[in-house]
């Protein structure tokens, strides 16, 4: 067999492999985007929504300004159910009783993409009863998705298909070399 049909059939057979072994969804990483609130200061970070659509990993940091800027992190409440549009970020610290909403255009799993929704919607407040605590809107901004890093068994794949591509271009080049004119 030459070759060029034993690497043809070493790719078919990993092509193979990948569908019959694809991994279950996987979690969904959302990057918050150029998200400002009413004095300027900005909001960044990033949530997980695992496998089944619930909130599983967050860090997110708002800056100093009209309110104590403060960082949400993995110790504290989340509020949020797969399919809505709104996603509240609680902290229960003797310094600082407060939550951060963000509230998209669309479910918030449905889209890669998705604008916030400004007036009052998505919001960072200084305590669990807002209104009644000091509040700063969120003006500017979206949410975006990406997918987590590949797993080792996809990169493994991955080499081994640039392997056959960079052996079947050699050989091919080696043929062109040798060959009469």
Not at 14 to 22: I, K, N
């Amino acid at each position: 067999m030459s070759i060029r049909r034993s690497g043809m059939l070493l790719s078919a057979a990993l092509a193979g492999l990948m569908l019959v072994s694809a991994p279950p969804a996987a979690a969904q990483i959302y990057y918050l985007h150029d998200v400002r609130t009413a004095d300027g200061r900005l909001v960044s970070g990033h949530f997980t929504l695992n496998s089944s659509g619930f909130a599983s990993d967050h860090d997110l940091v708002t800056r100093n300004g009209a309110l104590t800027g403060y960082h949400y992190i993995n110790d504290i409440n989340v509020s949020y159910n797969p399919g809505d549009t709104e996603i509240i970020f609680y902290h229960n610290d003797p310094s600082y009783d407060g939550f951060l909403k963000l509230t998209a255009l669309n479910p918030i799993n449905a889209v890669t993409v998705d604008p916030l929704v400004f007036g009052g919607a998505s919001l960072e407040c200084s305590s669990y009863t807002c209104p009644g605590g000091v509040s700063r809107n969120i003006v500017s901004g979206f949410l975006s998705t990406t997918s987590p890093a590949p797993e080792l068994s996809s990169w493994l794949m991955m080499v081994i298909g640039f392997g056959a591509i960079g052996s079947a271009l050699r050989t091919r080049r080696e043929k062109t070399a040798l060959a009469p004119i």
